[in-house]
C-alpha cells in the first residue's frame, strides 16, 4: 500500500512497491553523469542494461531488502532501498535530477524509515556527496565513521562517510 505526505509547496510524496514498469525510468535517472560522479560507488558500467535488469531482479526478489518507488505527484521519481552489508542495515536511494533541491530525497526517507525499521541503520555516502549526507543528517542519522573504497563511477578509490541512525 502506498503511503503519502503532502509538503508545504503542495507536492505530494509517496512509496510504494517497486513495479517492473518504474525499472525503465531507474534506468534512465542512471545515465546522469552528475548523478554518477555524485553516488560514485556505482554499477563498474550503469549502461549495461542486462547487468542493471539482473540486479533489480534479485533485490524485488530477496526477502531481506526493503525497496520502494519514490513518486512526486503521482511521477515515478526514484527509489529507496534497505539492505545488508558487511552485516550492517544500510539504506541508499537515487532520485531523477528534475526533482533534486526541494525536499524529495529527504520526506521520502522520512517516510521509508517507518517502513524499513531495523536500527541501527547505516547510510555510506562519497566524502564529497553533500546531498546525499545532508539528507541522512535531516533524517536523524549521525556520523560515526571513515572508510575508503573504490568509486566505479571515478575510477579510483575515494573517502567515504559512515552515518548511522539509532
Ligand atoms: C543525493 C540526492 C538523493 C539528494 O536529493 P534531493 O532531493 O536534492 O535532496 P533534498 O532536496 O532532500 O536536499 C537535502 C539537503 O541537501 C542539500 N543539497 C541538495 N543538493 C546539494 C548540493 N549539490 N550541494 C550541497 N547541498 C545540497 C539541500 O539544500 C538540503 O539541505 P538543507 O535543507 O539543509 O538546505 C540526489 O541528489 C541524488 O539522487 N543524487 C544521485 C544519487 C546519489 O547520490 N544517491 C545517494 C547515494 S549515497
Given at each position: 500500500m502506498a503511503s503519502s505526505v503532502p509538503d508545504m509547496g503542495g507536492t505530494s510524496i509517496e512509496l510504494r512497491e517497486v513495479r517492473k514498469a518504474d525499472l525503465d525510468v531507474f534506468f534512465a535517472h542512471m545515465q546522469d553523469a552528475e548523478a554518477l560522479w555524485m553516488a560514485?560507488?556505482?554499477?563498474?558500467?550503469?549502461?549495461d542494461r542486462e547487468a542493471f535488469d539482473a540486479h533489480w531482479d534479485r533485490l524485488l526478489h530477496n526477502p531481506d531488502i526493503t525497496t520502494r518507488t519514490i513518486l512526486n505527484n503521482g511521477e515515478v521519481v526514484g527509489s529507496v532501498t534497505g539492505f545488508e552489508m558487511f552485516g550492517d542495515r544500510e539504506v541508499t536511494y537515487w532520485l531523477d535530477r528534475a526533482a533534486w533541491g526541494s525536499g524529495v530525497a529527504t520526506a521520502a526517507l522520512r517516510q521509508f524509515l517507518s517502513i524499513e525499521e531495523t536500527r541501527p541503520l547505516f547510510g555510506r555516502v562519497a566524502a564529497d556527496n553533500v546531498a546525499s549526507r545532508r539528507v541522512l543528517e535531516k533524517c536523524g542519522f549521525v556520523k560515526v565513521g571513515d572508510d575508503r573504497g573504490f568509486a566505479s563511477a571515478r575510477d579510483e578509490e575515494i573517502d567515504e562517510l559512515i552515518l548511522r541512525l539509532d
Open positions: 560514485a560507488f556505482t554499477p563498474p558500467d550503469p549502461t
